[in-house]
């Protein structure tokens, strides 16, 4: 078996997918808008073109005459996608699920209002005054969130009428994509914010990773850890809400579904169809599989025998500060030194301030502190310096 990949989006995710996918012998054509992407580095081939140009994802299509199309980020013509189901390409986890899911009213409207999930109220705003109005009947405090972003670019959090018009403003200059309008959700008091990992098979039941806990800042996660205890009514609450909106955008692949354990319950958050970033500490060694490796046994149609948690793991972000290029690296021997523990580079080649660059890993026996685990990883991403021309 060896199928022809074309990756869109070409991150430090990415890059640990076609690792996976170089391993079992695939061909993978990484695509990005800028050149020297980290998937780019490890991949076969690449292209730079901008992926909200729907004329260019077109000729890059026709040029490789992929086997499957894998997206990474939100920022493309997903709606394209049906065209190239049409035409007999693998889309993943389907064209549905990625035009529905790189929108936050698609799939918050698939949740809520098809599907009954329970979710914080929520509704949207097309202008600045249409915010204020939004925001006078959600309540302060609340969130709003630009229709199509990631790693919280845009979003902001309303504690006071001051926040409206800067929310605003930050929602129009960095969020992704066309979409004039914004979503403005109801601030649920959590206890835990956790994502839940499933993977839905071609020819077998729909699996789910322990419950990943994680911890974010300005929108975009910081640390995780798994496996994170909640009880056993909350998983299953949280499990079936996963399979009731995978089972409805369909397909098959590894989703990052999000959930807020609140003081009244589960609510479903936000879902990507892909490996999610709070994820990465799978690459400590936590599963028999880590979330890469399931993503590509899904969507080659491998089968999954199960997913076995075998340590505790946690990781914490290495950040840049300003704006660079050709970042450098210090502090790996000081990282290096700690027991039980792990790094990843992801080899971008520029920064700007609080963009990932690096992730720092720890594990241990299942049953140890998940505090002391998530301190060594702290540790371990501190020593880790990243320096830039600038």
């Avoid at 390409?89 to 949740?111: E, F, G």
């Avoid at 309303?158 to 601030?187: C, H, M, N, Q, T």
């Avoid at 505790?312 to 290495?318: I, L, M, N, T």
């Avoid at 790094?343 to 720890?362: D, E, N, Q, S």
């Amino acid at each position: 078996m060896r199928k022809k990949i074309l990756l869109l989006g070409s991150g430090e995710l990415g890059k640990e997918f076609v690792i996976a996918a170089q391993r079992t012998g695939q061909y993978v054509i990484a695509v990005d808008s800028y050149p020297n992407a980290p998937a780019m580095q490890v991949a076969h081939a690449f292209e730079v073109i901008n992926m909200l140009d729907g004329f260019a994802l077109d000729e890059v299509v026709a040029k490789h005459q992929p086997d499957i199309i894998v997206p990474e980020i939100e920022a493309i013509r997903t709606e394209r996608f049906y065209d190239y189901e049409k035409q007999g390409i693998q889309v993943v986890p389907s064209a549905k699920a990625a035009n529905y899911t790189m929108n936050r009213k698609a799939i918050r409207d698939l949740a809520a209002k098809e599907l009954g999930l329970k979710t914080a109220r929520y509704t949207y705003a097309k202008s600045a005054e249409e915010l204020q109005a939004a925001v006078a009947d959600i309540g302060i405090p609340c969130v709003v969130k630009p229709l199509m972003s990631s790693s919280g670019k845009g979003q902001s959090y309303i504690k006071s009428e001051a926040d409206i018009l800067p929310a605003w403003e930050a929602a129009a200059a960095k969020g992704r994509g066309d979409y004039g309008e914004v979503i403005v959700e109801a601030f649920v008091k959590f206890e835990l914010e956790i994502t839940l990992l499933t993977v839905t098979q071609k020819n077998g039941e729909t699996l789910y990773c322990a419950p990943i806990g994680h911890r974010q800042e300005r929108g975009d996660y910081q640390e995780s850890w798994q496996p994170v205890p909640i009880a056993a009514n909350q998983l299953i609450e949280a499990q079936e809400m996963a399979r009731k909106v995978t089972a409805a955008l369909t397909g098959q692949g590894i989703w990052g579904v999000e959930f807020f354990l609140g003081e009244d319950g589960v609510y479903f958050s936000e879902l990507s169809p892909r490996p999610h970033d709070t994820g990465m500490v799978t690459l400590a060694g936590t599963q028999n599989f880590n979330e890469f490796e399931l993503h590509l046994r899904a969507v080659l149609g491998l089968p999954i025998p199960g997913i076995e948690q075998l340590k505790a793991g946690a990781s914490a972000v290495v950040l840049a500060s300003e704006d660079g290029s050709e970042p450098s690296y210090e502090g790996l021997d000081r990282a290096a030194s700690f027991a039980q523990t792990d790094f990843r580079i992801f080899g971008k080649p520029t920064t700007r301030p609080y963009r990932r660059m690096a992730v720092g890993l720890a594990y241990g026996s299942l049953g140890i502190d998940l505090r002391e685990l998530r301190a060594k990883a702290k540790a371990v991403a501190d020593c880790i310096v990243v320096r830039q021309k600038s």
